[in-house]
């Protein structure tokens, strides 16, 4: 009988005719003997003992990972908080007036972004310094009593932040005529299609009065940046004297009104420092006196994504228009105007396109405003003009664009040249203007409402085709000249017989 098999009632059983010692022992000689013939484990126990094993084993290994792992991640956030508060100790020992980032608001010596190798491990600290605005009640504000520093440290591997840390920092001594002396330029940016705010566009501020500062600074939720403590020039609207500002978006461009001179319309400056001697153009070029703090109402910029400008043109009937035609995109000063020679019906003017289908007037098309659009063939079929806000479908700023079908009349039109003059008056003495814009824009009662364009040449001339019989509105524009830059002259009809001559003067 195996050794598993013997309970206790059995072996009382067998050994119950002996007497109490002999029962002992008869008891203990069966046991002995039961457990020499044990032939071992059974295959059972074992995979029920391996099973258990496993069970036990498995959970055993998570908890050892997750508590490696903690270990190991408590271990980097404590090395990450000592490179932190090492960085704030560094900042703190840095004289008050260079504390800030290179390049950043305030402008100063600390490096905004460093790695460091600790244990195998990289770690990347990103330090950024604001100016704090905390008046005393009462006084006025200077917008830079002192500068809050903070380092955040990640993980380089996957930019999982493991510490921050925080410190504000104080002159030691009083800022002169409790910053008085300063002055501040708050500027906000604005998207020029929706009119909103807009937050994460970079400011960047250069040139100005001596020391020269070199600051830049992304919007908040308000688009506001402030530049505060800048230095004041003594003789304000002087040579040197000026602020230059710049905005930048991805994918977004400047009114060309809102760049500081020596900078192109997409946003390239040429002529920075040239730029410091050009009388004021706010609000990207300004001149500020001490204590003098912008008003964001007036320190606004406006960016756009650009559109896109589809054209189809038809025939009378409805049919596309196969032939060769010219088509006239415009918009009121100070945009611009551009010509454009289309065959096959159909033209798109898009910052994707090749130049020169991607300009009008020397930008991309503007988000935001309205442009009139007209055709005409070689043969004199006019296409009546049509004004359309851009864009008008798609979704902006993901997909801007706007869609002209310009029909063309069945019936050609006699046209004449009319000679328009452009003409400026300083004083006593009037003087032709060359290198004005001259658009030509058909009443809507007559036969055909329609557009043309044109420069005036060295003379301050420029000859338009204009259908006879048609009046006319003509526009003159030339930016920097006269007080308002424009001109304009109403309902001039043109003549069947005889010269045709206008002139327009800027005011």
């Not at 604005?190 to 705010?197: Q, R, V």
């Not at 040579?239 to 905005?247: E, F, L």
């Not at 809102?258 to 070029?285: F, R």
């Not at 935001?368 to 043969?379: D, K, P, Q």
Request: proline share 5%; aromatic share 6%; glycine share 10%.
């Amino acid at each position: 009988m195996p050794y598993s098999d013997i309970g206790g009632r059995g072996l009382a059983r067998i050994c119950r005719n002996f007497i109490q010692v002999d029962w002992i022992k008869c008891i203990r000689n069966r046991l002995l003997r039961a457990a020499r013939r044990e032939a071992g484990i059974t295959l059972i126990e074992t995979l029920f003992a391996i099973a258990i094993f496993g069970v036990v084993a498995t959970s055993l290994i998570g908890v050892l990972t997750s508590a490696t792992a903690a270990d190991g991640l408590a271990r980097q956030r404590t090395i990450a908080l000592q490179l932190a508060q090492q960085q704030v100790e560094y900042v703190r020992q840095v004289d008050y007036t260079h504390v800030g980032v290179s390049g950043g608001n305030p402008n100063g010596v600390v490096v905004g972004t460093t790695t460091k190798r600790v244990m195998g491990l990289w770690y990347t600290l990103k330090t950024t310094i604001r100016w704090v605005n905390d008046p005393v009640s009462g006084l006025t504000t200077t917008g830079a009593n002192y500068k809050r520093v903070r380092v955040i440290v990640t993980r380089q591997s996957d930019n999982k932040e493991l510490a921050r840390a925080y410190a504000y920092v104080s002159p030691s001594t009083r800022a002169p005529n409790g910053g008085l002396d300063y002055a501040i330029i708050n500027a906000v940016v604005l998207d020029n299609a929706l009119n909103t705010p807009l937050q994460g566009a970079t400011v960047s501020l250069s040139n100005g009065a001596s020391p020269t500062p070199s600051a830049s600074d992304t919007t908040d939720e308000n688009g506001l940046v402030s530049f505060p403590a800048l230095t004041a020039s003594n003789t304000p609207n002087a040579a040197g004297s000026y602020y230059d500002i710049m905005v930048s978006l991805a994918g977004y461009y400047t009114l060309r009104e809102d760049l500081p001179p020596g900078c192109n319309l997409l946003q390239t400056c040429t002529t920075p420092v040239a730029a410091n001697s050009t009388a004021e153009n706010a609000p990207a070029h300004i001149s500020l006196s001490a204590s003098e703090q912008t008003n964001t109402s007036t320190e606004t910029f406006k960016i756009y994504k650009p559109s896109a400008i589809n054209i189809n043109i038809l025939n009378s009937d409805g049919t596309t228009y196969t032939g060769t035609a010219t088509v006239i995109i415009g918009s009121d000063y100070p945009r611009g105007a551009q010509e454009y020679t289309v065959t096959g019906g159909s033209l798109t003017v898009a910052s994707t396109q090749a130049t020169p289908n991607n300009m009008i007037g020397g930008e991309y098309p503007v988000s935001g405003i309205s442009y009139r659009v007209g055709a005409r063939t070689s043969t004199n079929l006019f296409a009546p003009l049509q004004a359309k806000y851009v864009p008008d479908t798609g979704t902006y700023p993901t997909n801007p664009n706007t869609t002209y079908t310009l029909t063309l009349g069945s019936t050609a039109l006699t046209t004449k040249a009319c000679t328009i003059t452009v003409t400026n008056k300083v004083g006593s003495v009037t003087s032709n203007v060359g290198g004005a814009r001259v658009d030509a824009v058909d009443g809507v009662n007559d036969p055909v409402d329609s557009y043309d364009t044109g420069t005036t040449n060295s003379s301050g001339q420029v000859v338009l085709s204009l259908p006879v019989g048609t009046d006319w509105d003509i526009w003159a524009s030339k930016s920097g000249v006269g007080t308002t830059g424009i001109g304009h002259i109403s309902d001039k009809t043109v003549p069947s017989s005889g010269t045709c001559a206008f002139t327009v003067a800027i005011t």
